[in-house]
């Protein structure tokens, strides 16, 4: 049986869809809930109902995540805990847990996330327009993590490209590779240092 994606006219993994909202909205509306579609030159089931991506994602049984990525992550990032299960995931998630429970953030609040968040809001002064996604959203949670691994802060945009251009592995395998290889170069002497004089730090409990 041969399966026919919808709206066949664009391919949802690299595709620019600007009416991407009104797609699904039209999909929504003929009462289905999961759909075939194009997806990076191949097919891909689009899961239209929020409920049933609720379900889908915390059925680690019938849809489990490992799979998924062992194809997209491990290449690229290696072996990390999102492709774990059982007891390794619960070794490794135990590891770092630590630094992201409750009392941890909240810690931060004062020391970091405010201070960081108020830092590229004051970058906004002067103009009169400003691209939040790129400007807040994309830089704000890598800001958040360099603090917790206490990455130099001069260094911030460099690590910051690479880590993008390695989420892009999937459709520029060649150019995520080649940004691995530029963080794992940077990445590594700091490691070496935290091993040699370890401070309080997710990268010196790691190591």
Do not use: C
């Amino acid at each position: 049986m041969t399966v026919e994606p919808v709206m066949a006219d664009v391919d949802f993994g690299v595709d620019p869809i600007p009416d991407f909202y009104e797609r699904t909205a039209a999909l929504q509306a003929t009462g289905r809930r999961v759909v075939p579609v194009r997806f990076n030159g191949g097919l891909a089931w689009l899961i239209l109902k929020h409920a049933d991506l609720e379900r889908a994602y915390a059925d680690e049984e019938g849809l489990p995540a490992a799979p998924a990525y062992e194809r997209h992550t491990v290449p690229i990032e290696g072996r990390t805990i999102l492709a774990m299960t059982g007891e390794e995931h619960r070794i490794q998630r135990a590891l770092v847990s630590s630094a992201f429970q409750p009392a941890a953030i909240r810690r931060l609040v004062d020391r970091a996330l405010v201070p960081i968040a108020n830092s590229l809001i004051d970058a906004f002064r002067g103009h009169a327009e400003v691209d939040l996604a790129q400007a807040f959203a994309r830089v704000y949670p890598f800001s958040v993590i360099s603090h917790m691994l206490t990455i130099p802060i001069a260094d911030e945009k460099n690590v910051i490209d690479w880590v993008f251009m390695m989420l892009r592995y999937f459709w520029e395998p060649e150019k995520a590779m080649a940004a691995r290889a530029k963080l794992d170069a940077y990445v590594k002497p700091i490691v070496e240092a935290r091993r040699r004089d370890p401070g309080d730090d997710i990268i010196s409990r790691l190591t």
